[in-house]
């Protein structure tokens, strides 16, 4: 499996506010995604991470709320923009190793927005 | 795009028992069919996954089965243990895109 870090592990933030993610993967991935868990749900895709261009954007979800970036094939960050308590889940990096279907999961961010 | 339906969403059984989870899917495009086994606090972890050109694939205590024409796969656990209690989620993706969706997932309580 890939080690992929994620950080922060967990923030507490105000409403109005951002909070960017980050994902680091130790090797080159095909793909990377990003999947929230609000609490006690399944795990839902906000997006497609894309190398050097616009993330692909699952429906409910859209740019300016999610903005992604993926420069290189091991870095992608995610923020939650202008914030609200329904913001509050868990986010989760997601990738899939070049040569390797399976898809493995970072340790997730666990978001509180008060 | 895909659709995954699972059922139950609560599962109790005896300690030592077989537990049984069912997925279907919508898309007959879907080829990868995964499962992921999430204790509380941390991240979901493939146990096993199977392909569409296989009917059932097994590992130790833990088999899924694929019947492709009806579109459900199912994942079985046999002679069940106190550290199988988790949620178990299936999932679906087809070579289009990559994607990987989730079923709602299933809560497995083994009773001592």
């Given at each position: ?55 692909t ?9 999610f ?32 040569g ?15 | ?7 139950p ?25 995964p ?18 050109n ?16 009806a579109?459900?796969?199912s ?38």
């Open positions: 499996s890939a080690v992929i870090s994620q950080k922060p592990s967990r923030d507490i933030c105000q409403r109005g506010t951002s909070l960017t993610i980050q994902c680091q993967v130790d090797s080159q991935v095909t793909m990377m995604f990003w999947y929230r868990q609000q609490p006690g749900q399944s795990l839902t895709l906000i997006a497609t991470a894309n190398q050097g261009s616009e993330a954007y699952e429906s409910g979800f859209v740019i300016d709320k903005p992604i970036s993926r420069p290189n094939l091991t870095f992608s960050t995610l923020t939650v923009s202008n914030m609200s308590p329904e913001d509050s889940s868990i986010y989760l990096c997601s990738v899939v190793r070049t390797n279907e399976k898809l493995f999961f970072g340790s997730g961010t666990q978001l509180s927005v008060l | 795009g895909e659709n995954v339906e699972q059922h969403s609560t599962l109790s059984v005896q300690e030592g028992d077989s537990a049984v989870i069912k997925c279907t899917y919508s898309d007959s495009a879907s080829n990868y069919f499962w992921y086994k999430q204790e509380l606090g941390k991240r979901p972890q493939l146990i096993i996954d199977i392909r569409s296989v009917g059932e694939k097994k590992d130790q205590r833990i088999a899924v089965t694929l019947n492709k024409t579109k459900h796969f994942l079985h656990i046999t002679e069940t243990q106190p550290e199988d209690s988790a949620v178990y989620f299936c999932a679906a993706s087809s070579n289009r895109d990559d994607k990987i969706i989730f079923g709602k997932g299933t809560r497995l309580h083994i009773l001592p």
